[in-house]
């Protein structure tokens, strides 16, 4: 047994700041809580429920997109970013939140979207009313068609959502005009950075935010914002690959350079915002998928630009010692050594729900790790399994260094829901890909907080009598048995999800020292991963057998099981098939 790598120090605690081994919780506004029973998650149903986040113990709650917006991506289709949508309530709504969080000592994150904005943005529609060749244009990119009578998208890229990443419009006089250039939907044109309006808007609309309380913001989208001038035509993908993942092999469009002096920009200001605002610690987290590739990370984390970057290569990897260790370690090791803080996380609104992802028949297998988290395999879906398997998987997260993203309803333990009507489905990519690919929202139905199927499993708990009807429609509807994941149902079971995860966030914070490096130790077990944070060592079994854990390490035979991830587990000697546990010296 060998110790692979050193347990460098991080920055010690004593300065550094309060993200830097924070847990933040990302709510999805739509789903989270509702307070005035229209079957929409609303602001104010946050403010209700956050004595559950309290007693969580997050430190932070990162809101998903609430400004006034169409809704034709939830929210990632922006009309205004300086106001809340209407549904959700108002800015008053958003004061009341921010001040009972902070009451609580929990601090609120937004979302930027610079990406695009929604096509209802006054600017992209003074865009279209302008003509081209118009300084309204060129906020976005509008260009002229391709063929005899420009009806040819002007290149080839193809759209994330599916489609051309092109749409013609027709001008005001009725003719067929210019072509506009969306990443996303055709609801979501693209800024062009390079026009001054579009960053000066963006630095107003931080300050803005950051006025009212706001202590930070995830931003979204980054690899996509900058594009190659000129718009050349993109190679084609490697034979094989998936449709809706040609876009990302579009070397003129994404990860493309242009953009990092506007992150260079926005850290600017925040430390200028910091310097006149004392006591405010700010923080960005930028989302960029980076799998297999730290250094393409360091692109965005770094003292010049964001604070932080998802690592979202956990929840991409098979359930297996290699790949799990093969994608932490490298990761850890590249940001450590550049002084760049981690992040991790094993859930968002756009990914499989984890519990469904680890119960999937392949779910060890290389084939599925697809590297892409729109891209799903279809194999059938053990969910108690699953459910075995995500507990440990979050039990291994926490224990990294750095901070922890989570996603509402994960502390549930919530499957993926994967039979919800076609009728019912919302995200665009279910449209866009003519249902060929089932899209975002089994991952985004309602939380159940209670076992009353009545108020939608008390998501709903206002008064809908405003709206001229009884409160219970949820706008995606919930499973029969959600009340069995409820809040309420799980709160007084120790061996619940929600049990298990109040006390990791307690764990993580009474055990871990945040400076303690990660060390993994090889150990002659293909079932077996083994790291060390100081003086706790955690181990994983990903395998369906017991682990004789005392023979194979005897020097932990002894120890005190910190936290395990198999209800009643206490022996340090054996670990049970499917399960991660904390070991300390007694
Ligand atoms: C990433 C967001 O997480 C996703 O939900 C959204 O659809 C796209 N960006 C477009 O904004
Ligand atoms: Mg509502």
Redesign the pocket.
Known sequence: MTSTSEQPTQQPTGVAPWWRDAVVYQVYVRSFADADGDGIGDLAGIVDRLDHLETLGVDAVWLTPCYPSPQL?HG?DVADYFGIEPMYGDLSTFDRLVEAARARSIRVLMDV?P??CSSQHSWFQAALAAGPGSPERARFYFRDGRGPNGDEPPNNWRSVFGGPTWTRITEADGSPGQWYLHT?SPW?PDFDWSCPDVVAMFDAMLTFWFDRGVEGFRV??VAVVGKAPGLPDAPPAPEGTAENDVWSHNPYSVFWPTAHEHWRGWRTLLEQYERTHPGRELVTVS?AYTPDRPDLLLQYVNPQEFHQSFCFDLMLAPWRVDTLRATIEPVYEALTASGAPLTWTINN??TQRSVTRYGRADAAELSSWTKNNLVYTGAPVDLALGTVRARAAITLTASLPGSLYLFQGEELGLPEVLDLPDAVRQDPIFERTDGREPGRDGCRVPLPWTADQATSFGFSFGSASHLGRAVGSPWLPQPDDWGTYSVAAQQHDPASMLSLYHHLLSARRSRLDPDAGLGFVDVEHPDLLMLRRGDVTVVLNVGDAEIDLASLVPTLADAEVVISSAPGHDDAGRLPANTCCWLAPR
């Open positions: 991506d990632y979207v990406n695009h996303f979501q979204d989208a989302e609104h756009d």
